[in-house]
C-alpha cells in the first residue's frame, strides 16, 4: 500500500536555527497537510493545501514557520528561527480532495529544539 | 481548537475484554473519524462513520455515532496486546471547508 512519506524522521537544531521537514504524499491525492503534536494531545493544523494552493493557515505561525507545495505534489514545511516551544511531531497527512475521504498520515519527524 | 473530546482520557483492561472509547463533539458534522496512533508513529484511519449513519462495523470495531447527543463511541473486541495504542476522533464539521477537528485521543492499554 502507497505511502505518505516524511523525512528526516528526528532533528535536533538548537534555537535560532533554521529547520525544515519534507513530504511526499501518496500520488494522486490533491489535499496535503501539516500537523504538530504535542506530547499527549491530538493534531493541531498548521496549513492546509489542495493541490499547490494553500487552503487554510490560520494556525500556522507566519512570522517563523513557512509551507510550500510548489507543483502540487511534495511539500516542504520549514521553521526560521526555531524555538524552545517548537519541540514537537510534525505530521504530514494527504488525502484525496473533498470530505469523506480519510487521511493517509506519514511517520512524522521528531523535533527537538535545545 | 478542539471541538472532539474523548472519553476516558487513558484505559487499561485485560487482554481479550472489550473496550470502549467515546467521543463528544459540539457542533453539526458532515462526516465522523476514528484514528489509531501507536507509539511515536502516524495516525491511522480505522474508520469513517457519515452523520446519516448511527452505527458501523469493521472487524473487530464497532463505531456509534448518535447526532442528536453529539457523541461517539469506539468499541473493539476481544482486545489484544496489538491494540495499545491511543485513539482519536476527528470531525469534519458542516462549515469547516472540509477542516477536520481533533480530540486529545484515549491511551489505550491492554495488559497481556
Known sequence: EAEVAQSP???????????AFWCDPIS??????WYRQILGQG????????????????????????????KGVDSTLKIQPAELGDSAMYLCASSHRGNN??????????LTVT | ???????????????????????????????????????????????????NEREKHSGRLRVTLDTSKKSSSLLITASRAADTA????ATDA???????????????IIKP
Open chain 1, 9 to 19: 524522521r528526528y532533528k535536533i537544531t538548537e534555537k535560532s536555527q533554521a529547520v
Open chain 1, 28 to 33: 494522486g491525492h490533491a489535499t496535503l497537510y
Open chain 1, 43 to 70: 493534531p493541531e493544523l498548521l496549513v492546509q493545501f489542495q493541490d499547490e494552493s494553500v487552503v487554510d493557515d490560520s494556525q500556522l505561525p507566519k512570522d517563523r514557520f513557512s509551507a510550500e507545495r510548489l
Open chain 1, 101 to 110: 475521504s480519510p487521511l493517509h498520515f506519514g511517520n512524522g519527524t521528531r
Open chain 2, 1 to 51: 481548537s478542539q471541538q472532539g473530546e474523548e472519553d476516558p482520557q487513558a484505559l487499561s483492561i485485560q487482554e481479550g475484554e472489550n473496550a470502549t472509547m467515546n467521543c463528544s463533539y459540539k457542533t453539526s458534522i458532515n462526516n465522523l473519524q476514528w484514528y489509531r496512533q501507536n507509539s511515536g508513529r502516524g495516525l491511522v484511519h480505522l474508520i469513517l462513520i457519515r452523520s
Open chain 2, 86 to 89: 491511543s485513539y482519536f476522533c
Open chain 2, 94 to 108: 458542516a462549515d469547516s471547508n472540509y477542516q477536520l477537528i481533533w480530540g486529545a485521543g484515549t491511551k489505550l
